[in-house]
T-cell receptor, first 110, second 113 residues
Framework: GEDVEQSLFLSVREGDSSVINCTYT??????LYWYKQEPGAGLQLLTYIFSNMDMKQDQRLTVLLNKKDKHLSLRIADTQTGDSAIYFCAERGGRRALTFGSGTRLQVQP | GAGVSQTPSNKVTEKGKYVELRCDPISGHTALYWYRQSLGQGPEFLIY????????DSGLPNDRFFAVRPEGSVSTLKIQRTERGDSAVYLC???????????FGEGSRLTVL
């Protein structure tokens, strides 16, 4: 079945870059997503990448996809305290619904 | 409304009771999804509707869980004979098309005592 895995926690200093990693198992994944969840708030789509791409940049966010290794990463440049949240990786494969990882909690220290 | 609306935002019930959770998707969105998020976990897929029909209900954990979307808009997730393990945040999402971006509501937090 489909499985998505992420590390649980990342701590960085304000102004540094953050890199959050994700691995997935579904070789038929067509889209891969990064969502952000702040306390008490809903899931917010940050960015996504189509499976035939290997990189996508959107302002401070850079997504890298290694399809051979089924590895996805999200880099946040110049991390700010407002970036503190839980970040979820998700994939959409043969099934229309998304499969989510368990989330990486990003803590940004001033 | 502008976004996906879920009610109630919080529900506390006793073990064995029946619960209904409502989702009002973004107007015009044909696809609707229910997810369950337990503490410290990512959202877990429950069921997906395309229009009025359940296109994929493979995530429903057992027959105590049921969902409907009779007119292709509002959906209700129904949980019978609730158990303490059902305690979680139930998230609803909608999208304009089956392959479109999912927009999530803020969830209904269910606590079963």
């Amino acid at each position: 079945g489909e499985d998505v895995e992420q590390s649980l926690f990342l701590s960085v200093r304000e102004g540094d870059s953050s890199v959050i990693n994700c691995t997935y198992t579904d070789s038929s994944s067509t889209y891969l997503y990064w969502y952000k969840q702040e306390p008490g708030a809903g899931l917010q789509l940050l960015t996504y990448i189509f499976s035939n791409m290997d990189m996508k940049q959107d302002q401070r966010l850079t997504v890298l996809l290694n399809k051979k290794d089924k590895h996805l990463s999200l880099r946040i440049a110049d991390t700010q305290t407002g970036d503190s949240a839980i970040y979820f990786c998700a994939e959409r494969g043969g099934r229309r619904a998304l499969t989510f990882g368990s989330g990486t909690r990003l803590q940004v220290q001033p | 409304g502008a976004g996906v609306s879920q009610t109630p935002s919080n529900k506390v019930t006793e073990k064995g009771k029946y619960v209904e959770l409502r989702c009002d998707p973004i107007s015009g969105h044909t696809a609707l999804y229910w997810y369950r998020q337990s503490l410290g976990q990512g959202p877990e897929f429950l069921i997906y509707f395309q229009g009025t029909g359940a296109a994929d209900d493979s995530g429903l954990p057992n027959d105590r869980f049921f969902a409907v979307r009779p007119e292709g808009s509002v959906s209700t997730l129904k949980i019978q004979r609730t158990e303490r393990g059902d305690s979680a945040v139930y998230l609803c999402a909608s999208s304009q098309s089956p392959a479109g971006e999912l927009f999530f509501g803020e969830g209904s937090r269910l606590t079963v005592l």
